[in-house]
T-cell receptor, first 116, second 113 residues
Framework: GAVVSQHPSWVICKSGTSVKIECRSLDFQATTMFWYRQFPKQSLMLMATSNEGSKATYEQGVEKDKFLINHASLTLSTLTVTSAHPEDSSFYIC????????????FGPGTRLTVT | GENVEQHPSTLSVQEGDSAVIKCTYSDSASNYFPWYKQELGKRPQLIIDIRSNVGEKKDQRIAVTLNKTAKHFSLHITETQPEDSAVYFCAATERGGYQKVTFGTGTKLQVIP
């Protein structure tokens, strides 16, 4: 089956710094990747949809200047949390999709971000 | 946009009993309804899905039903086991392109041995 990886699996950073999270599709070309945020005991909330080679589409209420998304290749998308604050602490999950996978979304293992 | 409601938020059942989780959706364009199981700190795992041209689908102890007219769909787990304990999410999307998936609020299922 399709495999999606994320790196790092967890990260602790200080308030005001930036953190980059990578999402990779390991065995298929992901034309589209999705970034979700999940707070404890809550559902997955879509942050943005990322298409290879074009600008990401952000959901309402998500600051595009704070959460920078780059989908530079068909196997890699990155999410950079800029000037992180404690309220950005969350579980960030990406998913990847492609026409060859019948548009099914394959989820990465997630990244636990803690901002101190 | 799509709105998916899910009930109950928590569910406790005795081992061997059945568990039912219900969801409703709002967008009649949605035509694909996956169900995910998520264990603490891990990624959601697709456990079963159903398309709008099908009313029911079964896979061993898991079944999903869909009432397209009422915009309701449900997950049924029979003969529950302790390893079924997890958070379950329903979701809805319009399949056929790179459409975003809208998740329900989740149901924490606890199977008591």
């Amino acid at each position: 089956g399709a495999v999606v990886s994320q790196h790092p699996s967890w990260v602790i950073c200080k308030s005001g710094t930036s953190v980059k999270i990578e999402c990779r599709s390991l065995d298929f070309q992901a034309t589209t990747m999705f970034w979700y945020r999940q707070f404890p005991k809550q559902s997955l909330m879509l942050m943005a949809t990322s298409n290879e080679g074009s600008k990401a589409t952000y959901e309402q209420g998500v600051e595009k200047d704070k959460f920078l998304i780059n989908h530079a290749s068909l196997t890699l998308s990155t999410l950079t949390v800029t000037s992180a604050h404690p309220e950005d602490s969350s579980f960030y999950i990406c998913s990847a999709s492609s026409q060859e996978s019948s548009y099914e979304q394959y989820f990465g293992p997630g990244t636990r971000l803690t901002v101190t | 946009g799509e709105n998916v409601e899910q009930h109950p938020s928590t569910l406790s059942v005795q081992e061997g009993d059945s568990a039912v989780i219900k969801c409703t959706y709002s967008d009649s364009a949605s035509n694909y309804f996956p169900w995910y199981k998520q264990e603490l700190g891990k990624r959601p795992q697709l456990i079963i899905d159903i398309r709008s041209n099908v009313g029911e689908k079964k896979d061993q102890r898991i079944a999903v039903t869909l009432n397209k007219t009422a915009k309701h769909f449900s997950l049924h787990i029979t003969e529950t086991q302790p390893e079924d304990s997890a958070v379950y999410f329903c979701a809805a999307t319009e399949r056929g392109g790179y459409q975003k998936v809208t998740f329900g609020t989740g149901t924490k299922l606890q199977v008591i041995p």
